[in-house]
């Protein structure tokens, strides 16, 4: 395809996003007084529809008009954008690797202080300047339980291997719910497997250097996650060929629906905080288990996802609702409109109240307070994007055969991608 088409068709594809007003009763201001924002949470699930009900409220004490594009592949969708000189004024991105970069490359307005916004909600580069303010915070390292998983938390690695094992025995098949399917983003819940095991194996530095580029691919770190994921996924009897199919073919917001639904499918599931907001049924969870041995209470930490914005535009109404979003009027009207599936990083929320009616939310919010000395980011969302689509494409062909010697290969083409990385390109701490 000629780079003049391509231009073309990414503008067109630019200009199909149809970006819906938060003030559709309110009369439209003037220019200087819109503002665009772009953010993965579609409008019509229940993150999207909070996360408008939040601008609506912004918008309805301003007169500030707010126009949402919610675009699941936002990474691409924004690149797209760039090319065609049709940034918003603000997106929010689950990468902080992908913000830095537009940081960069010159395209964010620099942050000013603010005191309605808390300096650990910042994202900072090797600079230590901001270009990033964190709107949103998902514990990862957890684990989900049906009604028919079994009594009590497992509470090691080999405790919960055996897990599996004993409800494939008792004819739950698959026994976790897994879905690799996300579009152009396939394979991340894998993804978010390895970092997970590897952050409880190995401990909070060899997790720092691994996902700031410093560790290899084929360090025995790093190989032993993967082998610990394997391990599991053959003690459940799923690395066959049905199961194989499954994962791969199943789409990640599908997977735990046997789980929430009372089926006779996965019983478990790994994933984070947010997919409550999918559906009801997500009550029961505990962190993922220790293993033994391993990094001890000194060198363990815990894994969380971010959705930080970035500031695209130098208007001013653009500043004041970045600010709001970030301020704690605005963090807890966002909570009292999503309730249990919106966390905050701001620690002067008043948890008891903000979950009053949501007694899981206000566990998991509970638990992310308590994590707020050994916090470590997404290493794929940490990581340049190159490394990260290999990443993940690497998932998706381990789990094509896992039961096969694929990974020595996956490895090496993974450090060949992180080696040819420039360095500038690397966050440098993942464990702030």
């Known amino acids: 395809m000629s780079g003049s088409r391509w231009y073309r068709l990414a503008v067109l594809a630019i200009a199909a996003l149809a970006p819906t007003s938060a003030t559709a009763c309110a009369a439209v201001a003037g220019e200087s007084e819109s503002v665009t924002v772009m953010a993965s949470w579609d409008p019509q699930q229940r993150e999207g529809a909070a996360f408008q009900a939040t601008l609506a409220r912004f918008s309805r004490e301003t007169g500030i008009d707010v126009r949402y594009q919610g675009v699941r592949t936002i990474t691409s969708v924004l690149r797209l954008a760039d090319l065609g000189d049709a940034l918003p004024d603000i997106a929010v991105l689950s990468s902080p690797a992908e913000l830095a970069r537009y940081a960069r490359a010159g395209r964010l307005v620099p942050l000013s202080p603010d005191d309605r916004i808390q300096n650990h909600q910042l994202l900072r580069g090797g600079d230590r300047q901001p270009y990033g303010v964190v709107l949103k915070t998902d514990l990862k390292s957890l684990i989900w339980y049906g009604t028919e998983a079994g009594e009590g938390a497992p509470q090691t690695w080999t405790d919960l291997v055996r897990r599996g094992a004993d409800l494939r025995a008792a004819g739950r098949n698959p026994p976790w719910c897994l879905g690799m399917k996300s579009g152009a983003e396939s394979g991340w819940p894998g993804t978010d497997w390895v970092e997970d095991i590897l952050l409880h194996q190995s401990g909070v530095?060899?997790?720092?250097?691994?996902?700031?580029?410093?560790?290899?691919?084929?360090?025995?770190?790093?190989?032993?996650?993967?082998?610990?994921?394997?391990?599991?996924?053959?003690?459940?009897?799923?690395?066959?060929?049905?199961?194989?199919?499954?994962?791969?073919?199943?789409?990640?917001?599908?997977?735990?629906?046997?789980?929430?639904?009372?089926?006779?499918?996965?019983?478990?599931?790994?994933?984070?905080?947010?997919?409550?907001?999918?559906?009801?049924?997500?009550?029961?969870?505990?962190?993922?288990?220790?293993?033994?041995?391993?990094?001890?209470?000194?060198?363990?930490?815990?894994?969380?996802?971010?959705?930080?914005?970035?500031?695209?535009?130098?208007?001013?109404?653009?500043?004041?609702?970045?600010?709001?979003?970030?301020?704690?009027?605005?963090?807890?009207?966002?909570?009292?409109?999503?309730?249990?599936?919106?966390?905050?990083?701001?620690?002067?929320?008043?948890?008891?109240?903000?979950?009053?009616?949501?007694?899981?939310?206000?566990?998991?919010?509970?638990?992310?307070?308590?994590?707020?000395?050994?916090?470590?980011?997404?290493?794929?969302?940490?990581?340049?994007?190159?490394?990260?689509?290999?990443?993940?494409?690497?998932?998706?062909?381990?789990?094509?055969?896992?039961?096969?010697?694929?990974?020595?290969?996956?490895?090496?083409?993974?450090?060949?991608?992180?080696?040819?990385?420039?360095?500038?390109?690397?966050?440098?701490?993942?464990?702030?």
Not at 254 to 279: I, K, N, P
Not at 403 to 430: C, F, H, K, M, Q
């Open 205 to 432: 530095e060899a997790y720092r250097r691994w996902a700031n580029g410093s560790l290899a691919w084929t360090s025995p770190e790093v190989r032993s996650a993967w082998e610990a994921w394997r391990q599991l996924l053959a003690a459940a009897g799923m690395t066959d060929g049905a199961n194989v199919q499954r994962m791969l073919l199943t789409g990640w917001h599908e997977a735990g629906a046997d789980l929430t639904g009372g089926g006779t499918g996965c019983a478990m599931e790994h994933q984070g905080s947010f997919v409550r907001a999918l559906r009801d049924g997500y009550e029961t969870f505990s962190p993922l288990p220790r293993f033994e041995p391993g990094p001890g209470p000194d060198g363990s930490g815990v894994e969380v996802s971010v959705d930080a914005a970035g500031l695209f535009s130098a208007k001013p109404a653009a500043r004041q609702l970045l600010t709001y979003l970030a301020s704690q009027a605005g963090q807890e009207d966002w909570i009292a409109h999503a309730g249990g599936s919106f966390f905050s990083a701001r620690t002067d929320i008043d948890r008891a109240a903000a979950y009053r009616s949501d007694a899981v939310g206000g566990r998991i919010a509970e638990q992310l307070a308590a994590t707020a000395g050994n916090r470590c980011l997404d290493a794929s969302d940490f990581m340049p994007q190159t490394v990260a689509n290999v990443f993940a494409a690497g998932v998706l062909e381990f789990l094509s055969d896992p039961a096969s010697d694929r990974l020595p290969p996956i490895l090496r083409r993974l450090d060949a991608t992180r080696r040819a990385v420039p360095t500038t390109e690397w966050l440098s701490d993942p464990c702030p």
